[in-house]
């Protein structure tokens, strides 16, 4: 897909020469940040852990994209490995971070618990460190519209509490807001928090829905739909993604001198930090979805419904008026664009049997 791309502008507010950091340079939209920064001249610094929670061969190949260029240099590294973190922010020095390296999946961190511990909470200590240590002028981090769990006034605002999850998973992104808030007021980092909406595409994650979905369709096997189809996502699409990281990269929030400590809105700060939603503003039907993947393979699902799942909610639905209000964009790739363009991808990289190539 094309986003909606200004390039000029995010592009030419950041130095060519200065490395960027990019966490998580081998999973899905780290991959895709880390391209779109080199594709513009920008020297790019990747790490990963490069872990098994999916299938490594996926990250081998999203880091052979980005190997030929130039500009790109790559380290195998653990968040929660302190000495290696102190160790990489002291010999680049970064001016602007983009973390996007986390423990994912809500279903995951109930089987799993201290994964996320280790990575979310330890591993996002040791990025907020490295930035204080150094001075760096902007944190870029993810987290998750996860953390509006229980909420069900829709669309979720930034301006909402999410005092309420209902998974770890969601627990740790919420701390790691408040860790940012904490860093921004004490030592003036700037941090802007990304609250992202069920992101898909190609070279996506194996562990989603849309995956799931077309992979179990191509070998004849049953799909689950859980809460018995009644789900809906605001499925949005990684070119969109990355398009507004790009744009708020340059872009280090200022403190709101208008902040009212007596009714203070979750959605902004006498702190230079902010959060914004990055969604398709759009809750698509589940079945809509499955409905897309059946008509990209030209098959028909055999249905397994099953109850809701444990840490699961059962819509979100983004309001991305900050976002727009700040950098004039949001997402706006159609499912019925993105779907087909991913189940082709995964057609040519696994076959009509949707089972790896040799």
């Known amino acids: 897909m094309t986003a909606q791309a200004d390039p000029a502008a995010w592009a030419e507010a950041l130095p060519a020469d200065?490395?960027?950091?990019?966490?998580?340079?081998?999973?899905?939209?780290?991959?895709?940040?880390?391209?779109?920064?080199?594709?513009?001249?920008?020297?790019?610094?990747?790490?990963?852990?490069?872990?098994?929670?999916?299938?490594?061969?996926?990250?081998?190949?999203?880091?052979?994209?980005?190997?030929?260029?130039?500009?790109?240099?790559?380290?195998?590294?653990?968040?929660?490995?302190?000495?290696?973190?102190?160790?990489?922010?002291?010999?680049?020095?970064?001016?602007?971070?983009?973390?996007?390296?986390?423990?994912?999946?809500?279903?995951y961190s109930i089987e799993n618990p201290h994964a996320y511990a280790d990575a979310n909470l330890t591993g996002f200590l040791n990025i907020l460190e490295g930035c204080r240590a150094v001075g760096t002028a902007h944190l870029v981090y993810a987290s998750s519209s996860s953390v509006y769990g229980g909420n069900r006034k829709v669309p979720f605002s930034v301006s909402d509490s999410v005092d309420h999850p209902v998974s770890l998973y969601a627990a740790t992104k919420k701390a790691n807001e408040l860790m940012a808030h904490a860093y921004a007021d004490l030592y003036g980092l700037a941090a802007t928090g990304l609250r992202f909406f069920t992101v898909y595409g190609t070279w996506g994650r194996p562990d989603m829905a849309y995956w799931l979905f077309t992979e179990a369709i191509l070998r004849g096997e049953p799909i689950k739909v859980f809460n018995n189809g009644d789900m809906e996502r605001d499925f949005t699409h990684v070119d969109d993604i990355v398009e507004a990281i790009l744009r708020l990269i340059p872009r280090a929030p200022a403190p709101d001198p208008g902040f009212d400590r007596a009714a203070p809105d979750p959605g902004r700060s006498w702190a230079p930090h902010r959060v914004f939603n990055i969604g398709n503003s759009n809750a698509e039907r589940l079945m809509d979805l499955i409905g897309l993947i059946e008509k990209a393979t030209g098959r028909e699902a055999e249905k397994l419904f099953l109850p809701m799942q444990p840490g699961d909610v059962q819509a979100t639905f983004a309001d991305t008026s900050a976002l727009e209000a700040e950098v004039g964009f949001a997402p706006r790739t159609k499912l019925s664009e993105g779907i087909p363009e991913f189940v082709a991808w995964y057609i040519d990289r696994y076959g009509e049997s949707g089972r790896p190539r040799g």
Request: charged letters at 20%; aromatic letters at 8%; proline letters at 3%.
């Open 18 to 107: 200065a490395p960027i950091l990019v966490t998580g340079a081998a999973g899905f939209i780290g991959s895709f940040v880390a391209e779109r920064l080199l594709a513009a001249g920008k020297t790019v610094v990747g790490i990963d852990n490069l872990n098994a929670y999916y299938d490594p061969s996926l990250k081998d190949g999203r880091l052979a994209r980005l190997a030929p260029h130039a500009r790109f240099s790559f380290e195998k590294l653990d968040l929660a490995d302190r000495a290696g973190m102190e160790a990489l922010f002291a010999r680049h020095r970064f001016a602007h971070v983009v973390h996007l390296a986390a423990q994912a999946g809500v279903r």
